[in-house]
């Protein structure tokens, strides 16, 4: 499942972590935004109060700003820009403000040492920025009230299209983001991809370990599985040896039986052939379950070795012709010699050499043996199999002719050592009459220059 890879892992919460770092800066960002947007506000604010100031008089008649500001917005009503200085019941406005008036602003208590800046609900029903403070114009006289407001919906717009602006740029740095995070993601997982084509390479040979030269990250990891290819090694080793233990073990008391029950035959001893069936099933079954234990072995036999199997089946034939029913049969080996099998020369023996004691047996009078780009063929002239029948008679175990000497467990031996090598046994019908056994091995061939 996708939700258990680490890749997957990684970069959802790298994404995760960037989107709420990239949210978190927005909202920071806006507010910082808006606070520098109120800060010119009162900046500009102030400018206009210390004018206004300059121009407030108060004498027998009340109130009166001889000079107001000049800026033109103060005379235009609703524009957005006021002043007001007001004393008790007294209040002089600018004509902005029409027949409005500015209240005092949220949490703002002025006093006559320092400006006091503040939002309040202003004229119109509009937010307002306010900016005030307590003059004292005269000794013994009230302080008046001064106060300059500036529409805050200017400063709403402005921090409005900011965080739209500020929005499609932080989406994009995100996008960005994302792919410089998966980048690393993917370089931070190379070495385990590494990693990974090393530990295949163990199937192969249990002799192999894994480099040294990966980071320290994984060093933990490496020696852990150099440990275990170590321990798997030693199993092996102990494996292949009590196997040769057992077969040199068995082998002569087996041998002894078997001459003993020919010596009480010909003495007339009675019939043995009971006790003779037994000893060679006996010894049918010490050979396949040694030529399986060779099988297991040969699934880590060192890639890129190549074998010549024209010289093989030269050897076999030697051996077979010797044989009373090999005597009788022309064996052809039609092999090239240049020919090259990615197959470990001692597994391609076993093979051949089941394959062809088989075809020797059953042949009327040839065995053919050729060769191609990563295959054999080994046919004869003999009665052959039924396709279903040459089914039964690669599984384990099965005994094709109920006559004969033989158990079944040739073919299902050289199957199980095919497999393990990489290749595959099929059988047919041979253009001679008989069987057509063929093995094929999909790993590359290459023949000397």
């Known amino acids: 499942m996708i939700i258990r890879s680490l890749r997957f892992r990684l970069l959802v919460g790298a994404g995760i972590a960037i989107f709420v770092a990239l949210a978190v800066a927005w909202g920071v960002m806006t507010l910082l935004f808006a606070r520098h947007l109120e800060r010119r506000a009162e900046e500009e604010l102030r400018r206009n109060a210390l004018q206004l100031v300059a121009g407030v008089t108060q004498g027998q008649s009340g109130l009166a700003v001889g000079t107001p500001p000049t800026d033109p917005r103060f005379g235009l009503p609703g524009s957005g820009l006021y002043w007001q200085v007001s004393v008790g019941n007294q209040a002089v406005r600018s004509r902005s403000l029409w027949d409005q ?10 006093t006559p040492d320092g400006w006091t800046f503040g939002s309040a609900g202003g004229p119109f029903e509009r937010h307002v920025y306010v900016l005030e403070r307590l003059v004292t114009i005269g000794a013994g006289r009230p302080p008046v009230l001064v106060q300059v407001a500036e529409d805050g919906v200017s400063v709403h717009i402005a921090r409005a299209e900011f965080s739209e602006e500020l929005t499609v740029f932080l989406v994009l740095l995100w996008c960005v983001l994302a792919a410089g995070a998966w980048v690393q993601v993917s370089l931070g997982l190379r070495p385990l991809g590494r990693l990974r084509a090393e530990v295949l390479g163990l199937k192969h040979r249990p002799d192999a370990r894994l480099s040294d030269s990966h980071s320290a990250e994984i060093a933990p990891l490496v020696a852990a599985i150099n440990g275990l290819a170590d321990a798997r090694q030693s199993d092996v080793q102990r494996a292949r040896q009590r196997a040769a233990d057992l077969a040199h073990g068995l082998k002569t008391p087996l041998a002894a039986l078997t001459a003993q029950t020919r010596l009480l035959s010909e003495n007339g001893a009675g019939s043995t052939e009971g006790m003779e069936r037994a000893l060679a099933s006996a010894r049918a079954t010490l050979e396949a379950e040694l030529g399986r234990a060779r099988a297991a072995l040969g699934r880590y036999a060192e890639p890129g070795v190549l074998s010549a199997p024209a010289a093989v089946v030269g050897r076999l034939a030697t051996v077979l012709e010797r044989t009373e029913k090999g005597m009788r049969t022309d064996i052809d080996n039609a092999v090239p010699p240049d020919l090259r099998l990615s197959v470990d020369e001692a597994d391609l023996t076993e093979i051949l050499g089941a394959l062809l004691e088989n075809a020797v047996k059953f042949a009327r009078r040839e ?9 054999i063929a080994i046919s004869d002239d003999g009665p052959g199999m039924e396709p279903d029948v040459a ?5 384990r175990g099965v005994r094709v002719d109920e006559r004969g000497a033989g158990h079944g467990l040739g073919l299902a031996i050289a199957v199980e050592l095919t497999e393990a090598t990489g290749g595959r046994l099929t059988l047919g019908r041979a253009d001679q009459g008989g069987l057509l056994a063929t093995l094929r091995w999909d790993r590359n061939t290459s023949a000397p220059p």
Do not use: D
């Open 367 to 375: 065995v053919r043996i050729e060769g191609g780009e990563g295959m």
């Open 391 to 395: 089914e039964r008679a690669m599984a």
């Open 101 to 110: 008036q500015l209240e005092r602003g949220h949490h703002s208590h002025p």
